[in-house]
C-alpha cells in the first residue's frame, strides 16, 4: 500500500491512485485532518457515486457532525450563513438555488464576457512579457481568475485588489477556518453583504445585479443566500480555475510533441484542437483531485462496499480520470483525446455550475501565452517544483518560466 498524503504523493498522486484503483477501489481511509471518509477512485464507482442522491451534501448527515464540522474546513460559526451554498445543500434546496442562479449566469453572460478575459489575459501578460522570465502562477494564473470573477460578478474596479489580498490569503493558507483566513471570510462577506445591498438600489447588468433580479415563482434570494452565492462563485470559481491554468500549463511545458502540435494549430488560427486540449488537460493533471464531501443518508453499496449512514466519502476525481477502465491509454497526454467524458468538473447535480468560464478562461489564457511567448520553457527541474498539499485541490505553488522578451 503506498503512502498517501505524502510529500511524494503531494508531487505525483498517479500511481498511488493506480494502486487503489486496483487493489481497494472503495477504501476507509484516515485523512491527514484526522477525519475518515470512503475513497472511490474507480470510474464507474465515481461517476455513480457522483449522481447518488443517498450521499447528501449536507453536513448534518455525517455520523460525527460536531467533529466533522471542524475537521472539513467547514467553519463552525454558522451565524455568517456563507457555508450554506450549492455544494452543502441538497434538493429541494438546491433545486431552488441552482435554478435561480442558472438564470443569472448564463451561458450569454459568459460569452458576452469573452473581450473581457481577452484584455485580463493581455494585460497580465503585458506585466511581465519584457522581463524574459516570471513565475507564471504569481504573475498571471493567481491574478487572473480573481479580477475576472469580480468584474462578472460587478465588483467595482477600486475594490477588487481588496478580494485579490483576501483570495491570496485564503488559497495561501488553505480552506480552513482558523486565523487569518476566517478573518478574509468574514471581511468578504461583510463586503459582500453591503455591496448586495448597495446594488439592490441600482440594479446593473453584472452578475449580483442579475441573482437579485432572477426570481422564480416570484421566489426571489434572500440577501443571505444572494451573498453565499456570490461568495461560492468567488470561492468554487478561483483556485481551480487557478490550478487549471498552472496544471495545464505545466503539462504542456512537459510534453514539448503536443505542446508543438497546439501551437501550430492555434498559428493556422483553429480552435478544434485548443478546445479538446483544455478538456485532455483537466482530465490529465485537473484542479479538483477530490470532489467535495458527501455523506452517507441510508446504508448502500458503492462498487459491492457496503458504507453505513453518516459515513462519508469522497470521491477521486483524479484517480477516476486516470482509470484504464474507461480511458484508452490514460496516462498519455493525447490533446486530441475525442472520447473523453472526464469528470474533473463533476456529475449529477452539482456538475461545475461554472464550466463555460472556466474554459473561456482556460482557453483564452493557454492559447494567449502560447501565442505571445511561443518559446515559453520551464525555468526549473521538475522534481523542483512544489506542490500544495491541499486534500480537494491539487496545485502548483510556483511555475518558473524563461522566454524571449517581448520587445
Ligand atoms: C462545482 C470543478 C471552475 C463554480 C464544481 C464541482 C467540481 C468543479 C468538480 C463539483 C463538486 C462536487 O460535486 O463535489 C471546477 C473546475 C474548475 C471550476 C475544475 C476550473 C477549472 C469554476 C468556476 C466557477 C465555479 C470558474 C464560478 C465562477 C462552481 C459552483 C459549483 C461548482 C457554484 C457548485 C455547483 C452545485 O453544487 O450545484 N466545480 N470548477 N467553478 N463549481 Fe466549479
Not at 108 to 133: C, K, M, N, S, Y
Not at 246 to 259: C, K, S, V, Y
Not at 354 to 383: K, M, Q, S, V
Request: proline share 7%.
Amino acid at each position: 500500500m503506498p503512502e498517501l498524503f505524502s510529500w511524494e504523493f503531494a508531487t505525483d498522486p498517479y500511481p498511488a491512485y493506480a494502486w487503489l484503483r486496483e487493489h481497494a477501489p472503495v477504501r476507509w481511509t484516515r485523512l491527514p485532518s484526522g477525519v475518515d471518509a470512503w475513497l472511490v477512485t474507480r470510474y464507474a464507482d465515481a461517476r455513480e457515486a457522483l449522481a447518488d442522491a443517498r450521499l447528501s451534501k449536507n453536513p448534518v448527515h455525517h455520523a460525527d457532525e460536531a467533529g466533522a464540522r471542524g475537521k472539513t474546513g467547514i467553519p463552525g460559526e454558522r451565524g455568517a450563513d456563507l457555508m450554506t451554498h450549492l455544494l452543502n445543500i441538497d434538493p429541494p434546496d438546491h433545486t431552488r438555488l441552482r435554478r435561480l442562479v442558472s438564470k443569472a449566469f448564463t451561458p450569454r453572460r459568459v460569452a458576452a464576457f469573452a473581450p473581457r478575459v481577452a484584455e485580463l489575459t493581455d494585460r497580465f501578460i503585458d506585466g511581465f512579457a519584457a522581463e524574459g522570465h516570471a513565475d507564471l502562477i504569481h504573475a498571471f494564473a493567481f491574478p487572473l481568475p480573481i479580477y475576472a470573477i469580480c468584474d462578472l460578478l460587478g465588483v467595482p474596479p477600486e475594490d477588487q485588489d481588496d478580494f485579490r489580498d483576501w483570495a491570496g490569503m485564503m488559497i495561501r493558507h488553505g480552506g480552513g477556518p482558523r486565523g487569518g483566513v476566517a478573518r478574509s471570510v468574514k471581511r468578504m462577506r461583510a463586503y459582500l453583504v453591503e455591496l448586495i445591498h448597495r446594488k439592490r438600489g441600482d440594479l446593473g447588468d453584472d452578475l449580483i445585479s442579475g441573482l437579485i433580479r432572477a426570481s422564480d415563482h416570484g421566489e426571489h434570494l434572500t440577501e443571505n443566500e444572494a451573498a453565499a452565492m456570490a461568495f461560492i462563485l468567488l470561492f468554487a470559481g478561483f483556485e481551480t480555475t487557478v490550478n487549471l491554468i498552472g496544471n495545464g500549463m505545466h503539462t504542456l511545458l512537459r510534453h514539448p510533441a503536443q505542446r508543438a502540435a497546439l501551437q501550430e494549430s492555434l498559428a493556422r488560427g483553429e480552435e478544434g484542437l485548443l478546445e479538446t486540449a483544455v478538456e485532455e488537460l483537466l482530465r490529465f493533471d485537473g484542479p479538483v483531485e477530490l470532489a467535495t464531501w458527501r455523506y452517507a443518508t441510508e446504508p448502500l453499496t458503492i462498487g459491492g462496499q457496503p458504507v453505513a449512514a453518516g459515513d462519508p466519502v469522497l470521491v477521486v476525481l483524479a484517480a477516476a480520470d486516470r482509470d484504464p477502465g474507461r480511458f484508452a491509454g490514460p496516462d498519455t497526454v493525447d490533446l486530441a483525446r475525442r472520447d473523453n467524458p472526464h469528470l474533473g468538473y463533476g456529475h449529477g447535480i452539482h456538475y461545475c455550475l461554472g464550466a463555460p468560464l472556466a474554459r473561456l478562461e482556460a482557453r483564452t489564457a493557454l492559447a494567449t501565452l502560447l501565442t505571445r511567448l511561443p518559446d515559453l520553457r520551464l525555468a526549473a527541474e521538475p522534481e523542483d517544483l512544489r506542490w500544495r498539499g491541499g486534500l480537494i485541490m491539487r496545485g502548483l505553488r510556483t511555475l518558473p518560466v524563461a522566454f524571449t522578451p517581448e520587445p
